[in-house]
C-alpha cells in the first residue's frame, strides 16, 4: 500500500463518459489526486507510467455464487429448473467449508483478472468467503441466501457478524428466492429489514415459470409480493428481473430499487432476455452482474455488458437502442451503489482506490476512436493490465500478487473429484 | 520455423472431441509427431514446456473485413443499412492503400492474440492484405466483394494472380451481395465459377429485408436465385445465413454448401439470430467468423462461439440445444474447409502446423471438468497463451514476434484522421 503515483495515463472517472489525462495517486486505500500532470515533491512507493493506457473504477460484479465455479462446465445442459434441483443442489449439500474457501479463491482469481474489484455474492458457508477476501485483499460483500432448506435462523446473527468482520467485508440481507422461501420466512426477512431498516435482495422473475407459481400461490409477482410484505421498505432490488411486468417496473422504478442483469446466465439456461434498454428508458437503478460460473460459465462482467447493449438492439430492430456508457456505468458505478460500497462507485479523490487499468495496446483496443465503446463492445479478460483494490495492486499483467494460483487449482482439482 | 516439440501437453486434434496427453512435434511448416511422450533422439530448435496447457488447431475466422478495424467504435449505432450507407461506404471511398495495409495489420494482430490462424477476408486492395500477411506469416484466404461499384473486371486477375502470390495467399471468388450486384453481373461470376470449376461465396440472407428485396425482383430467396444461376455449382456458400428459409436450409444442405455464421454482427446490427441449431440438428457444413470490427467490434472468434452455444438455447428454450463440441469443430476444422484450407483443419502428423495453445492456468479454464465446454463457455482471448502459423510462433505470452505493434497502433491513429 502506502502511496503510488499513475502518470501519463488516460482516466475515466465514471462521473461522465470524459476522459482526463494526467495522473492518479493514492495514498493507503484511498485516491489522494487526480488531475493533470504537475511537478511535486511527495515522495511514492512506486511511480508507474501508465503509457496512455486507462484507469478506470474496478467493474462490480452485482450477483454471483462465487464457489459455484466448482460447477463450472459440469451439467451445461439442463434448464434452470432441472439445472437447479438434479445437478447443483445434490453437489451443493456435498459442499464442505474447504470446498467454498478453495472454490471461493479461484473465483476471486478470476474476478482480478477481469478488472472486477468486488462481488455481490449469494452463497452460504460465507466465513469462508470472508476469510478467502481478507486474505486475498478482495472486497467481499454478502448477501444472504437464506431459504426454506437453510438459513433463516442465522439471518440476524450473519447481519451482525460480517459487517463487523473486516474493511474489506460487508453483508446485506437477502435470501434465495420465492420459490424456495415460504410466507412466513418471507416475514421473518421483512422484519429484520424493518428492525434494521436494512436493504434485501433475491433472485426474482427469473424464470417464466417462476412468476407464473408466484401468481398460482399468491395473485401477484414477486416483486409485488416482496414490497406487499414490507420486504423493500428500506430499499434493495433483485437478481435477473427478465420477466418483469410493468408493474414491477414501476415499483422498482418509484422505490430506486436495484435491478441487477445476469444476460450470459438467462441464455445459457434458455431463461429469457432482460429488456434491458427498458429499465435505461426510465433511469432506473442499474447494475450487473454474473451469476454463478455453473450458469454462465465464465466471470466476466465484459461479456455481461457487450451483451446487455446488443441484446436490446436485436430485442428492439434498433441497432442504437443502449447507450453503451450507460451499461459501463452500470458495472461501475451502479454495482458499488447497489452493494453499499458508497466509496467505491467512481474515482475522485477521497474515494476508495478500487482501480483498474485497461491495456490500450491491445489490439482490440485500437484505433481509439472512443475508448468507452471499445470496453463496451470490445473488451475481454486481456486487456486488464492491473487490478487495484483499497490501494493495494493485487493482479499485474498476468500474475497475481496476493493468490497462488498454482495452488488454488491444485487444491480445486483435487476438491472436484468430491462432487463428480 | 525448424523443428520444435512441444511436451507436457493435452492435444486437442478435433478429429474427435477425445484430448491425448503427449507430444506434438513440427518440421518446418508441418506437424510431424503427435502421440506419447518418447525418448527421442531428434534435435529440436526449440523444446517446449507446455506444463499441462492444451494445444489445438488454431481457429478460422471465417467471415470478416479486416480492415475495418478503421470504424471499430466509430458509427456504433446504426442499422445495417444507415451504417453502411451513411456511415461505412462513405469513409470506404476515402481508404488508400496505406490505410488497407496497416489497419489490415492491426487485425492480424488482433486474430494472433485471440488464437485466429487463418482469415476467409473480403476487402478491396487486397493486394495490401496479401502483403501485409506474408510480411506477418498470417493465413489470408481472400473473399472476393466485387459488385456493382467495382471489381466485376478484376475478378478473374485476381484468382490468377493471388492464388499464385505466396504460400500464405489464397482466393475464392465471391461477391458482396444480390442487393449490391446486378443480374449481369451475378451471370459474369456465375461463368467464372463453372470456367474454374470453383466455389462461389457472398454475403446471404443477413437482414430480412434483404431477402424481401430479392423476392420482389426476383421471385425468390438469395439463395434459390445464386443457384438457379450456377453460382453455386461448384460449391461455395453464404455469410450470415440469419433469414434462411426452409428451402434455402434444403438447398444447401443438399449440396453440402457452406454457411458461415456471424452471431456478433448481427447482434449489434439488430439483423436478427440466426437458428445454428437447425443447421446443426441437419448436419449441414456450418463454419464461423467475426464479420468487421465496425460491425462487431471485436474480433474475437471465442464471442463468437459463446453466442452460437447461448443464443440457441434462448431460441428453443432448450439448455441443451447445441453440442459445444460441435461448435469448436465449426470454428476450427468448419472454418479451414470453408476456405480451402485442407491442410489445416486438424492436428495431425502431415497436416499444417496452425496451431493455439490454451493458457490452462488462466482462472476461467479452471477446474478441468470438460476442457472442450471451458474454452467454448468461457474462453476469450486472455486463454491464448501462443499462435504457430505454418510452424512458426507469432505471438506468446503477449508478444507479438513479426508485428511491431507499437508502429501499427501509431500508423493506425495517424490514419484514423482521413477518415473521421
Redesign the interface.
Known amino acids: 500500500m502506502g502511496k503510488i503515483r499513475f502518470y501519463n495515463a488516460k482516466i475515466l472517472t465514471m462521473k461522465d463518459g470524459s476522459l482526463i489525462e494526467g495522473e492518479l495517486w493514492t495514498d493507503n486505500d484511498r485516491i489522494s489526486y487526480i488531475g493533470p500532470s504537475c511537478n511535486n515533491e511527495e515522495s511514492f512507493e512506486r511511480e508507474i507510467d501508465c503509457k496512455g493506457n486507462t484507469l478506470m473504477p474496478g467493474l462490480k460484479n452485482a450477483h454471483t455464487h462465487s464457489a459455484m465455479?466448482?460447477?463450472?462446465?459440469?451439467a451445461?445442459?439442463?434448464?434452470?429448473n432441472d439445472?437447479l434441483f438434479k445437478a447443483i443442489f445434490p453437489r451443493e449439500a456435498k459442499l464442505t467449508h474447504e470446498h467454498i474457501y478453495w472454490f471461493t479463491k479461484?473465483?476471486y482469481?478470476?474476478y482480478l483478472?477481469?478488472g472486477i474489484t468486488a462481488c455481490f455474492d449469494m452463497y452460504p458457508k460465507r466465513i469462508e468467503s470472508a476469510r478467502a477476501a481478507v486474505e486475498t485483499g478482495f472486497r467481499y460483500v454478502s448477501c444472504d441466501d437464506a431459504n426454506d432448506f437453510g438459513g433463516m435462523d442465522l439471518l440476524e446473527e450473519n447481519y451482525n457478524k460480517f459487517n463487523s468482520y473486516d474493511p474489506l467485508v460487508s453483508y446485506i440481507y437477502g435470501f434465495h428466492a420465492e420459490y424456495t422461501t415460504c410466507l412466513d420466512n418471507l416475514k421473518r426477512v421483512s422484519e429484520l429489514a424493518h428492525k434494521y431498516e436494512a436493504p434485501v435482495f433475491a433472485h426474482i422473475s427469473e424464470t417464466k415459470a417462476e412468476v407464473e407459481g408466484c401468481k398460482e400461490r399468491y395473485g401477484v409477482t414477486p416483486a409485488v409480493l416482496f414490497d406487499q410484505l414490507g420486504i423493500y421498505d428500506f430499499g434493495g432490488g433483485g437478481f435477473h428481473c427478465v420477466w418483469f411486468t410493468d408493474e414491477d417496473m414501476e415499483l422498482f422504478s418509484k422505490k430506486g430499487l436495484w435491478s441487477v442483469f445476469n444476460a450470459?446466465s438467462?441464455?445459457?439456461?434458455?431463461?429469457?432476455?432482460t429488456p434491458v434498454y427498458k429499465f435505461i428508458e426510465k433511469d432506473m437503478n442499474i447494475a450487473i452482474g454474473t451469476d454463478g460460473?455453473g450458469s454462465?460459465?465464465?466471470?466476466?462482467m465484459?461479456?455481461e455488458m457487450?451483451l446487455d447493449?446488443?441484446?436490446s438492439?436485436?430485442l428492439?430492430?434498433?441497432?442504437?437502442?443502449v447507450d453503451?456508457f450507460k451499461i459501463l456505468k452500470a458495472a461501475t458505478t451502479g454495482g458499488a451503489l447497489c452493494m453499499g460500497l458508497n466509496d467505491c462507485d467512481v474515482l475522485e479523490s477521497g474515494k476508495k482506490a478500487d482501480i483498474i487499468m485497461i491495456d490500450m495496446?491491445?489490439?482490440?483496443m485500437?484505433?481509439?476512436?472512443?475508448i468507452v465503446?471499445?470496453i463496451v463492445?470490445?473488451?475481454?479478460?486481456?486487456i486488464?493490465k492491473m487490478t487495484m483494490i483499497d490501494g493495494r495492486i493485487l493482479y499485474e499483467d498476468?500474475s497475481f500478487v496476493s493468490i497462488d494460483?498454482?495452488e488454488?487449482?491444485r487444491e480445486?482439482?483435487r476438491l472436484?473429484k468430491d462432487l463428480a
Chains 1, 2 share one sequence.
Do not use: H, M
Not at 266 to 273: P, Q, T, V, Y
Open positions: 465455479t466448482f460447477s463450472r462446465s459440469l451445461d445442459d439442463l434448464s434452470l439445472w479461484l473465483a482469481a478470476e483478472s477481469g450470459c438467462n441464455l445459457k439456461l434458455a431463461s429469457g432476455i460460473a454462465n460459465n465464465a466471470l466476466s465484459f461479456r457487450y447493449t446488443v441484446l438492439n436485436v428492439t430492430d434498433n441497432a442504437a437502442a453503451p495496446n491491445r489490439p482490440s485500437q484505433p481509439e476512436n472512443n465503446r471499445n463492445y470490445s473488451g475481454d479478460n486481456s486488464v498476468g494460483l498454482d488454488v487449482i480445486c482439482n472436484k
